[in-house]
């Protein structure tokens, strides 16, 4: 039909050396309780946890809690995190989870997030639909 689908991959590329997350991937369908693992850099923790959120595709909140560093706490080092969400109601479709870097000082310059887009139980990728003139950056 010529139509051109791509699948949704988030920021998780850029973020990489800042915040790498294990489960679960990209575009995956996910079921309550919802574990989060991975790893980060000290910074990204502030008092050994940072904020996360799961949300509609609307930007609706679904469930909120923080990520744990599991181990000692150093700046300079990444650490493992987890965390187990409870989605009480899970909607239907996509969603995405954010992991938001801890910024006690409030200040916009230190702001940070890895976005990764999800499927609340639903055995298909999330795509995006591309029209024929859309640039592709790669």
């Known amino acids: 039909s010529g139509e051109l ?3 949704e991959l988030g920021n998780a590329l850029e973020k990489a ?3 790498r997350l294990e489960s679960p991937q990209p575009g995956a369908d996910i079921e309550s309780p919802l574990t989060v693992r991975g790893t980060a850099r000290g910074n990204w923790f502030f008092e050994a946890s940072f904020p996360l959120v799961l949300t509609d595709w609307d930007g609706k909140i679904i469930a909120e809690s923080h990520a744990q560093a599991q181990g000692e706490w150093m700046p300079e080092h990444s650490l493992p995190y987890e965390v187990t969400l409870d989605v009480t109601t899970p909607p239907e479709g996509n969603g995405r989870l954010i992991l938001r870097k801890d ?3 409030g200040l916009p310059e230190n702001d940070d997030k890895l976005i990764i887009p999800i499927r609340f139980g639903v055995n298909s990728p999330v795509r995006t639909k591309l029209a024929p003139n ?4 790669l």
């Open 5 to 7: 689908f791509i699948e």
């Open 17 to 19: 050396d800042l915040i």
């Open 103 to 105: 910024n006690p000082s």
């Open 134 to 137: 859309d640039l592709i950056r």
